[in-house]
């Protein structure tokens, strides 16, 4: 795990901790725990499906909560990858992997702000758009041995 990447603080936390959606507001959630670091993500994948990179928190499962999901779609890319959408607006909110079944990624830019987030790494920076330069003062891995 990267040195700079918190886990999920105030996992014990009931009470609502962040709120977000999509842009046309189709998809709306609630955040009742914890929440992951931001990590930027550079795999091809997650370039394709967003369009640049994939910054996103993550949070125990059992802590979303869909308030409006009339337009959540989900694209499954394997076996053990999905990405949820809006089918309205079409942005990306979630990402789920069947090994991380007890978590859930959540799109940072779909979060309401402030968030009282930050960035903890980026990870497949290896894969990362050759247009992007990457911070320096982010620790990258070229995998994702950095998240767990």
């Known amino acids: 795990m990267g040195s700079e990447l ?5 996992e014990d936390a009931a009470e609502e901790r962040a709120t977000g959606g999509c ?3 189709g998809v709306r959630y609630r955040v009742t725990g914890g929440l992951r670091d931001v990590v930027h993500c550079h795999c091809e994948p997650c370039r394709r499906i967003t ?5 996103a928190t993550a949070a ?5 909560h869909l308030e409006s999901d009339e337009t959540l779609q989900w694209y499954q890319r394997t076996e053990t990858v999905r990405y949820g959408f809006c089918s309205a607006c079409g942005g990306t909110l979630f990402w789920e992997a069947t090994d991380k079944a007890n978590r859930v990624s959540i799109a940072a830019g779909t979060l309401d702000q402030p968030s ?10 290896g894969d990362a758009g050759d247009y992007h330069h990457l911070d320096p003062t982010i620790e990258t891995f070229d995998g994702d041995q950095a998240v767990d």
């Open 116 to 125: 009282g987030l930050r960035t903890g790494v980026a990870i497949y920076a």
């Open 23 to 25: 842009a046309c507001g």
């Open 60 to 64: 125990r499962a059992e802590d979303l």
């Open 6 to 10: 918190r886990a999920f603080e105030g």
């Open 51 to 55: 369009g640049h990179h994939m910054a």
